[in-house]
T-cell receptor, first 109, second 115 residues
Framework: DAKTTQPTSMDCAEGRAANLPCNHS???????VYWYRQIHSQGPQYIIH???NNETNEMASLIITEDRKSSTLILPHATLRDTAVYYC??????????FGGGTRVLVKP | GAGVSQSPSNKVTEKGKDVELRCDPI?????LYWYRQSLGQGLEFLIY????????KSGLPSDRFSAERTGGSVSTLTIQRTQQEDSAVYLC?????????????FGPGTRLTVL
């Protein structure tokens, strides 16, 4: 599975949009982009995933560039409960998720 | 509906003892995965089940680790002769089909401490 690169950490203000970037320049055509987050001491929580098109659900939006080499997770109105480590993962049919270091997001009042 | 459940939530054992960790996947999910997360580290894949078969065991760290799944549902991860380096949170996930665009949903994990 392709490797991803994310910033180590970022802060954002409560109530503002949080934009989390991810580079996956070696992604293959059959690999999906997944986002999970992990709040301290809990299991990873699925957020969203996509292949080519932008996706939106009740939690977030996923914007994938046309060349698929990068993507951005958008949390539209960050709350203090969104403080977590966010993982960007690319996955094909090999089934296992390969977690990198993720981005540690701190939402500040 | 009910999510993935794991038991026990915490397990403290002495070095050299065997432990069994249990995972109940989401009902109807054919694929089941075990991962572990050591303190301050990322998640490490251990094993993947499709039904009762394990086509990918590549992440099991040693022959002290084994897992089985029966009836296409519950899975048990067994660690024999536990060592201190086995201390970690063991996470189970399940997905409906295991195909490329499928989503894995995680349980709360079992925190294993080996003294």
């Amino acid at each position: 599975d392709a490797k991803t690169t994310q910033p180590t950490s970022m802060d954002c203000a409560e109530g503002r949009a949080a934009n989390l970037p991810c580079n996956h320049s070696t992604i293959s055509g059959n690999e999906y982009v997944y986002w999970y987050r992990q709040i301290h001491s809990q299991g990873p929580q699925y957020i969203i995933h996509g292949l080519k098109n932008n996706e939106t659900n009740e939690m977030a939006s996923l914007i994938i560039t046309e060349d698929r080499k990068s993507s951005t997770l958008i949390l539209p109105h960050a709350t203090l409960r969104d403080t977590a480590v966010y993982y960007c993962i690319v996955k094909a049919a090999g089934n296992k998720l390969t977690f990198g270091g993720g981005t540690r997001v701190l939402v500040k009042p | 509906g009910a999510g993935v459940s794991q038991s026990p939530s915490n397990k403290v054992t002495e070095k050299g003892k065997d432990v069994e960790l249990r995972c109940d996947p989401i009902s109807g999910h054919t694929a089941l995965y075990w991962y572990r997360q050591s303190l301050g580290q990322g998640l490490e894949f251990l094993i993947y089940f499709q039904g009762n078969s394990a086509p990918d065991k590549s992440g099991l760290p040693s022959d002290r680790f084994s897992a089985e799944r029966t009836g296409g549902s519950v899975s048990t991860l067994t660690i024999q002769r536990t060592q201190q380096e086995d201390s970690a949170v063991y996470l189970c996930a399940s997905s409906l089909t295991g195909l490329a665009g499928d989503t894995q949903y995680f349980g709360p994990g079992t925190r294993l401490t080996v003294l």
